[in-house]
T-cell receptor
Framework: AQSVTQPDIHITVSEGASLELRCNYS??????LFWYVQSPGQGLQLLLK??????LVQGIKGFEAEFKRSQSSFNLRKPSVHWSDAAEYFC?????????????FGKGTHLIIQP | DTAVSQTPKYLVTQMGNDKSIKCEQN?????MYWYKQDSKKFLKIMFS???????INETVPNRFSPKSPDKAHLNLHINSLELGDSAVYFC?????????????????FGPGTRLTVT
């Protein structure tokens, strides 16, 4: 069964510092990869997605992610975080042919921003 | 305009009651989903519907019954509520999941319904 691992439950970063959130997915055929953000009390907002092609993808709010097939990873990065980035971040995967199987989510990483 | 909306946002009820959560999307999507987010924030798919037909039922107790009156709406009815049903329930939608298009994998989520069973 497909799975997603987000090794860091909590991460604390100072405002203005760079950020990297880790995500590893279980091996499968063609993975489709996503990062979602959930602000406190809010729904999930899609930050970015990878289907194919260029392995470095740009998303909203200044986020980017890099797909590395050899490492089964899809890490999320931001060069300089803002206090408003404090939220829960979820990595998710689907596989080609999975259709309405839905997304498989990691357990999330809680991002804390220090002033 | 809200793309995926859910009502109510909060729902507090007692054990044994029956309740419904409504979901509507105005994106013109064909597939809709229900996810459950538990107290540890873990998200798991419960159901998916494509054009009003049930596609996936992920071993959810039969106390949970989704209903899709049309492809823009997917409601979740829960009978005989239990304490363990307390969670946040998210509705989502995507393009036709049976089309083979990669865009069918891009899901848009509603704001969630926080259900508390006492």
């Amino acid at each position: 069964a497909q799975s997603v691992t987000q090794p860091d439950i909590h991460i604390t970063v100072s405002e203005g510092a760079s950020l990297e959130l880790r995500c590893n997915y279980s091996y499968g055929a063609t993975p489709y990869l996503f990062w979602y953000v959930q602000s406190p009390g809010q729904g999930l907002q899609l930050l970015l997605k990878y289907f194919s092609g260029d392995t470095l993808v740009q998303g909203i709010k200044g986020f980017e992610a890099e797909f590395k097939r050899s490492q089964s990873s899809f890490n999320l990065r931001k060069p300089s975080v803002h206090w408003s980035d404090a939220a829960e971040y979820f990595c998710a995967v689907a596989y080609s042919g999975g259709g309405a199987d839905g997304l498989t989510f990691g357990k999330g990483t809680h991002l804390i921003i220090q002033p | 305009d809200t793309a995926v909306s859910q009502t109510p946002k909060y729902l507090v009820t007692q054990m044994g009651n029956d309740k419904s959560i409504k979901c509507e999307q105005n994106l013109g999507h064909d597939t809709m989903y229900w996810y459950k987010q538990d107290s540890k924030k873990f998200l798991k798919i419960m159901f998916s519907y494509n054009n009003k037909e049930l596609i996936i039922n992920e071993t959810v107790p039969n106390r949970f019954s989704p209903k899709s009156p049309d492809k823009a709406h997917l409601n979740l009815h829960i009978n005989s509520l239990e304490l363990g049903d307390s969670a946040v329930y998210f509705c989502a939608s995507s393009q036709d999941s049976t089309s083979g298009s990669i865009w069918a994998y891009e899901q848009y989520f509603g704001p969630g319904t926080r259900l508390t069973v006492t």
